[in-house]
DNA sequence: CCTCCACCGGAACGTGAGGAGT
DNA sequence: ACTCCTCACGTTCCGGTGGAGG
């Protein structure tokens, strides 16, 4: 159930298969296939149908004795122009002595040696760029996407794929209509398509006769309301699994699926809370110290910007750290917002001026049990600071 | 109906880190 | 090792504003 297994089978992409498998199929004739811009979102199948029709296309290569090669870069790992180049050599290259090095080479003699290489094959490759939005600089692309004029008898074809529909307005024109020769775009699943996805894998992967029958259908709505994501239904139904075999439950019940849900959202606001700069940490910390005073004197626990502002910079005196201005605070809140952690809207309070109600939007224990966790000195000290009851600072 | 508070949020600018080229 | 360039992060400055209270 890991989102990295390769099915046999998958259901309801049919459609996109063959589709893509159209645009290839040329490459097993010997003959130049287009190059395939692929949109969609996360889990909506982009990385696991390429996959699938490259392997495909390998085996029927073999079969036919046609020399085809296909080549998956996910950009996200090798990420700059020297690596995508220097990976693709190294798929034509055997002899380890001979691989060229992680770095050392100037860029245009890896390219040149590329090139030299799939002459020498003579063979039809294709290139599966995965997340290529998160390739540094444009050179990479432009390079493979004129490579062909640069080759006497090899053919390259580039499939990029992206999550970012405005991926391509950034690119070089020249860039921009040599990959996008093609497009395809991968719309989500909705909740029956993901039922039948889950069920595929639940075969696979459970011993029969553990789900109630609630489930799956639970899983698919939940990751339904979330644009249709493969790979949150996936790991919803594992994770469920997981935590019911933990307790030692017979079956998997709706209760282990709603448990799921809230550890995925624990873990990604842990995580997001976690990377936080140490500033944004601060205006956290001075909301939950924000909203405990006013709890204390019963005023509702709805903040406002010069509250939290206040709080903040109190919170930076006592620990020696150089507080931003307010202007920066605003922004910094905006972002909170923005990630989920807090709910800021703005509201007039007539003639008290205007601002921004703040409020957590998760439970403030939670919140103080991951900044508890913090190793930084500044964190450690007003954590400190609030758990002696000092935090008498409004 | 007007005023005026306490911010909002846009714009321009400064700065240092880090990547590219040489 | 050097310069140049870009970009994220912040600051400064300031015009804009919803609506309670006069």
């Known amino acids: 159930m890991r989102p990295t297994y390769m099915p046999e089978i998958l259901p309801h992409r049919e459609k996109e298969i063959s589709n893509l498998a159209s645009i290839l199929a040329p490459a097993l004739k010997g003959e130049t296939p287009s190059n395939v811009f692929i949109y969609g979102k996360t889990g909506t199948g982009k990385t696991a149908v390429s996959k699938f029709v490259g392997r495909e296309l ?126 395809m775009v991968f719309y989500p699943y909705n909740a029956e398509q993901l039922q039948d996805i889950l069920k595929q894998r639940a075969e696979l992967a459970l011993k029969p006769d553990v789900l109630k029958k609630e489930v799956i259908p639970l899983c698919a709505a939940l990751a339904a309301q979330e644009h249709g994501d493969a790979r949150r239904a996936l790991d919803l139904l594992r994770i469920s699994a997981e935590l ?84 920066r605070i605003a922004d910094l809140i905006s972002e909170l917002d923005m990630l989920g952690i807090i709910n800021a809207r703005t509201i007039s309070k007539g003639r008290y001026g205007r601002t921004r109600e703040i409020q957590t939007a998760i439970s403030k224990d939670e919140i103080f049990k991951i900044l508890k966790e913090e190793k930084d000195d500044v964190l450690n000290y007003i954590v400190g600071y609030k758990k002696r009851g000092q935090a008498r600072l409004i």
């Open 244 to 327: 019911a075999e933990r307790e030692g439950a017979k079956k998997i019940t709706e209760r282990h699926v709603r448990m799921a849900q809230n550890k995925i959202e624990i873990d990604r606001v842990t995580e997001v809370i976690r990377t936080l700069p140490i500033h944004s940490k601060l205006v956290l910390a001075s909301i939950i110290i924000g909203e405990e005073e006013h709890k204390k004197t019963g005023l509702p626990s709805m903040l406002t910007t010069g509250e939290v502002f206040d709080t903040y910079r109190e919170l930076c005196k006592k620990a020696r750290v150089e507080s931003l201005t307010q202007r």
């Open 58 to 183: 390998l085996e029927k290569g073999k079969e036919m004795g046609k020399k085809v090669h296909f080549i998956y870069i996910n950009c996200e790992v090798v990420d700059t122009h020297y690596r995508v180049l220097q990976n693709i050599a190294n798929h034509f290259i055997q002899e380890w002595a001979d691989r060229i090095p992680f770095t050392g080479w100037p860029t245009d003699e890896v390219y040149s040696k590329l090139k030299q290489m799939m002459d020498k094959d003579g063979g039809v490759t294709v290139i599966i760029l995965d997340e290529v939005d998160k390739l540094k600089g444009d050179e990479a692309l432009y390079n493979l996407s004129r490579i062909n004029s640069d080759l006497e008898k090899a053919r390259v074809s580039v499939v990029g794929i992206s999550n970012d529909l405005k991926f391509t307005e950034f690119l070089d024109p020249r860039v921009k209509s040599s990959l996008g020769e093609e497009n």
